[in-house]
């Protein structure tokens, strides 16, 4: 089992940033894929961003905006999020991959007022 701890999330007013950290502890063997997703109110949950063998990938409403970062050594995910948007708004959550087996965090709540 691996477990996944998320913490960053908060209040911000629209063009502010927050930073997400997500820690990974457990059976860590080898952790190929991590990854960021949101969930907002009455929407499916959505990929924000992924690191895959050091290479990142974003969806098309948060490119140039957000950055991610995985840090090996302290088993660490990480998502810069600048010029933050009200659409921006939901519940964030950390997903590793590991030998197939997929894992979440219970999330982080990002709020982006007007």
Not at 33 to 57: H, N
Not at 79 to 93: C, R
């Given at each position: 089992?691996?477990?996944?701890v998320e913490s960053g ?60 970062s995985r840090d090996n ?5 990480y998502l810069q999020m ?33």
């Amino acid at each position: 089992q691996v477990q996944l701890v998320e913490s960053g999330g908060g209040l911000v007013q629209a063009g502010g940033s927050l930073r997400l950290s997500c820690v990974a502890s457990g059976n860590i063997f080898s952790i190929n894929d991590m990854g960021w997703y949101r969930q907002a109110p009455g929407k499916q949950r959505e990929l924000v961003a992924s690191v895959t063998s050091g290479i990142p990938g974003y969806a098309n409403p948060v490119k140039g905006r957000f950055t991610i970062s995985r840090d090996n050594a302290k088993n660490t995910v990480y998502l810069q999020m600048n010029s933050l948007k009200p659409e921006d708004t939901a519940i964030y959550y950390c997903n590793v991959l590991q030998f197939g087996d997929s894992y979440w965090g219970q999330g982080t709540q990002v709020t982006v007022s007007s």
